[in-house]
């Protein structure tokens, strides 16, 4: 699964949350989250801060998060 966020401002802790709850269902279902995410945007900073791009799988493209999979 991927989730696309490279346009994203703002991302709230429900946002973080939801985030969360999806890469561990991915997790338990075998299909793992991939999260695209621009560097530098502005929902990287709440990502980091709370330590979540030590857990989810960040890729700077939607083309590099499918060719992980």
Known sequence: MVLDLS??????SSG???LVALHD??????AP???VVDES??????????GLDEVLSLY????EALAAG
Do not use: A, H, N, Q
Request: net charge positive.
């Open 25 to 30: 269902e991915g997790r338990d279902l075998g």
């Open 7 to 12: 346009k994203v401002d703002f991302l709230s």
């Open 60 to 63: 700077r493209t939607v083309d």
């Open 41 to 50: 945007r502005p929902v990287i900073r709440p990502i980091r801060t709370m």
């Open 16 to 18: 973080l949350g939801l």
């Open 33 to 35: 989250l991939r999260v």
